[in-house]
């Protein structure tokens, strides 16, 4: 995220002396992407951030996939899942049930009313969308204020929690990469800049306003890294301080929010393709999101979109709002994912094709995630299924 912020008390001239009111020394921490290759940022710290006191496995569990054989699209409701779960025991962090994965991407859903532990992601970035709920995201870099629609982008191993706030529990589908996540590439100028075709702009990406510090003594913060063969582990380390410490810091990389409201969709006369709709990318999937627009005016335009096999990529949508126009009659509803894999040519639901001609307006919401690897499905993934949904095109035939 190659846009430059400063936040706190940070030296006029990098890796000089950074003094605290004492006179002693601030540590400086250099945050930084792909070796000393990438965005990076500069956090000036109180205590030794690599001082730890403790270390032990942190036994994750549910991590296990299958693959998606035999090969059918499928329907997954996630409400389901937390159906009659309490949510005021599940926090965002360790109560999230595994969906769908593969060695790029792991699809995960939550229902939380609990704040969470401290945690890192150390795999790759985060990208946690809040289909209901608000919470402050505390981070070593500042505090964000999340809200329904928000995508929290958490780069790879800042330290955090999650802190619901308001009546109801946070509902979050959380997309976790083993890669970086960033707005597309092709918005971007080569010196990062969002362009003018882009449906976003810096204004709607909103960092922290001010440095965090928190005190404490043997605090634990939990690590989920990279294991044997790819497998995903986890270990707890206990800081003697607390690992909000930082009193300034600057650069282009950290934490930051958009809310789905601000991407202004683009239509068109005919049908506009999904990379249309995108928002985000990580290494071998992209984030698109389909929002509430108007739609194809072309006199003989077809709003929904073609039957397509996308060959390259399995595709999963997250209906997350509105009343999705090509699925209707599929049983497909608010919380709803479904996955159509490659291999397979998916396409509107009976009758939607012909129901949507003339139609000038689309109220839905969905978060789609494509990936170019096959996806396995989650333990989750088998306690949620409709198991009816491969067969709902061939039923409403005729
Ligand atoms: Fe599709």
Known sequence: MAYYRLLGEVPPKRHTQHRRPDGGLYYEELMGE????????LLYHRFLPSAIGAAEPWE?????????????????????????VDSS???????????????????????????????????????????????????????????TGDYVLLPRATTHRWVPTGDEPLRAYCIEANSHIAPARRYLSRFGQLLEHSPFCERDLHGPSEPLVAEGTDVPVLVKHRGPAGAV??????????????????????PYTFNVSDFEPITGRVHQPPPAHQVFEGNNFVVCNFVPRKVDYHP???????????????????YCGG?????????????????????????????????????EFFD????????????????????CEDEAYAWTWARGRG
């Open 34 to 41: 792909e070796g000393f290759s990438s965005d990076s940022s």
């Open 60 to 84: 994750l569990t549910g991590q296990a996939t299958a693959p998606n054989h035999p090969l059918k699209p499928r329907h997954f409701r996630l409400p389901a899942l937390f159906a009659t």
């Open 89 to 147: 025991t599940v926090d965002v962090v360790t109560g999230r049930r595994l969906l769908l994965g593969n060695a790029d991407v792991r699809l995960s859903y939550v229902v939380a009313g609990a704040p969470s532990p401290l945690y890192r992601n150390a795999i790759g970035d985060e990208c946690v969308y809040l289909e209901a709920g608000g919470a402050d995201v505390e981070t070593v870099f500042g505090r964000l204020s999340a809200r």
């Open 233 to 254: 582990v986890g270990t707890r380390y206990v800081y003697p301080d607390h690992p909000f410490d930082v009193v300034g810091w600057d650069g282009c990389l950290y």
């Open 300 to 318: 003989l335009s077809i709003p929904v979109p073609y039957y397509h096999s996308n060959v390259d990529s399995d595709e999963v949508m997250f």
């Open 323 to 359: 009343d999705y126009e090509a699925r209707k009659g599929s049983g497909i509803t608010q919380g709803s994912v479904s996955l159509h894999p490659g291999g397979h040519s998916h396409g509107p639901q009976p009758g939607a094709y012909e129901r949507s001609v003339g139609v």
């Open 364 to 383: 839905e919401l969905a978060v789609m995630v494509d990936t170019f690897r096959p996806l396995e499905l989650g333990e989750a993934a088998a306690e």
